[in-house]
Structures are given as structure tokens and as C-alpha cells.
């Protein structure tokens, strides 16, 4: 018996609109350098450990990308960049990148992983990770999703209904069902319950398993992914072509509730999660002065409490507030944007403004 080769796929393909205008066409939110001079793209290389070596890593990204992917993480070899030449939703991250790696190894078993979040501590993320590996090279069936144990009653997140053990495994339980994001009241219910956790949106699987139920659900997307791992030269005749679907409404959903030939199974992830979506979570993450500012960059305040206050525009410029409670202040080379900060979920909705008004330049 030959142990199957372990490879990983960082899924990097989000524009990060809601960190707008540190993020842009050009500089996507897993390049920015924020959390101690680190990309999350370099943070979620570096939390795979040893599980993975870097010559099996891979990286799905925007192809206008790929050249700042290349310069964040060395270590990896050049063809192990997949550049999307544009975003056809998560299924075809995930479905090419398993066509790539089957080719190079068929046996080959591929954890998918994310690049928008802060994971810790990150020992209990790796040791979740080697679990969901074991059970995915024990069981050929087993498509594994990892499961954050719910620490509130989040709204923003879809969740697990998990079923009984997994024998075997102390931390692994089938997957009765997928949920969307709840509201309030019925989110309240599934942590109450105990029954439930939320979705990472990483996932665990043999290649192989995988491209059997992308055969069965999505045969068209299947042959055009197998077609372009063996003629990697198609890419932008063939790619845009995808089926435009999520991972979950693709595979994971059907799969859970009896379509395609495997079954789902989560392992436990308990550990402190944070989706670094934009700037409120931002703020959790950085250094705070004493009156409660999250700062980057040079800034002055006076009276000035509870800020999320960033300053990328080089050594010259400085930002000053006076009489300011809970604001961002994001100022660029060329841009400076001011919200409250229990406006800032709505940052998407100045781009597309923005976007209207002042002309792409400027997003």
C-alpha cells in the first residue's frame, strides 16, 4: 500500500471589496501586508506546517495576480500558480486545481483551503487538517469539510447539521445537512442545540472522489476541467466557458443529501475564527492605542476614540483627527475614504458608486 501523496490548494481569489481602498484590482485583501507585516496569504501557507510540502501546494488565483502570488510565497514552484483569467465562482476553484493534480498523481489527496481568514491557535488548525486527511485516505468515499465549533450565534456563516460519529475518528461526524445563513433567532437555535457548526468552506477529499461527483452533478464542468489539466494552453478558451456555481450548491449540498456516490463527513475545528471580510474585523486584529484606535500608518488624534485609523500613502502624509469616535479613516496614494464604522459593511456599495461616477481607475 503506498501512502497517497498530500497536496493543498489555497483558494486566493477574492477581490475584498468591503476593505476598499486598501484593496483593489491590483493589490486583492490576500496580498495586503496588515497582521505584523504578513499577507493571510503567507498566513495560510505557513499554517499548513509539515502537513504539506511547498512543491505540492498550489494556488488558485486571479490571474492578474499571479506575478504578487509568485513574490508572497518563494517556495513554490511556478506551475503550481493557477491563474484564473476571471472568477467563475468557488466549484472551479476547486474542481481545476483536482483535475491539475490528478494528473500529476492520481491517488493524490487534496485539502482546499482558504486565504480570508485568521486561525487560532494555529496547532489545533494543522492537527484538525492531519485528521481530515486520515479520514479521506481511510475512507474513498469521503468527501471531509472542516466544521469551526460556533462560539455565537453568527448570522454571517452557513452551517453544518452534523449526524453521528465517524467511527474511528475522535473528532469526525457525518454531515446531515448544509444550512444557509440563518437569521438570528434560528442561528440562536442551532448553537443551543449543540447540533451544529459553522461552515469553513475548506474541505478535504481524494481527487479522485471529488471528480467522480463533479462527473455525476456536473459532467460538462468535469470534461472542461480535464480538458484544460491536460491542455493548460486553452485556458482562457476554455475557462470562461465554467458553469458558474459554488462548491456547496455544486457539490457539497447535493452529496449531503444523497445525489453522487459519496457522503460528507465534518471534522471539529475549535478554534478562535475571524473572517477578515472587512473593516470590523480588521480592527479586532490590530494594535489598538489607549483610547481603543486600531492604527496603521502615521496618524495624530486628539479626543479620539474607538477608530479604525489606516495610513498607506507613504512617509510624507499624516492623518489627523479631532473629536472622532468611531470612524475609519483610510487614506492611499490616491485615495481616502470615511466612514462610520457601523457603516463600513456597506463599503461595496460606495465602490460600485465610485465605480459609476469616478471611472475604474479608482477601483
Known sequence: YRHPMRFAVIMAGGSGTRLWPLSRKGTPKQLLRLIEGKSLLRIAFERLGDLVPPERVLVCTGAAYAGEVAAELPELPAENILGEPEGRDSLNAVAWPAAVIAERDPDAVIAQVTADQLIEPVAVFTTTLAEAFEVAETDDKALVTLGVVPTTAHTGYGYLHRGEAVPGFE????????????????????????????NAGMFVWRASTFLEQLAALHPATHDSVLELAAHPERLAEIFPTLHKTSVDYGIMEPVSAGAGTAHVVAVALPVQWRDVGGYATLA??????????ALIGTSVQLDSADNVIINTAGDDR??????????????????????????????????ALVRAEAGDRYV
Open 318 to 351: 499624516l492623518i489627523g483627527l479631532l473629536g472622532c469616535s468611531g470612524m475609519v479613516v483610510v487614506t492611499t496614494p490616491t485615495i481616502t475614504m470615511v466612514t462610520p464604522v457601523d457603516a463600513a459593511e456597506r463599503v461595496r456599495e460606495l465602490v
Open 284 to 293: 479586532e486584529i490590530l494594535a489598538h492605542d489607549a483610547a481603543g484606535n
Open 171 to 198: 473528532h469526525t461526524h457525518r454531515v446531515l445537512e448544509f444550512r444557509e445563513k440563518p437569521d438570528l433567532v434560528t442561528a440562536s437555535e442551532y448553537l443551543a442545540s449543540g447540533e451544529y457548526w459553522w
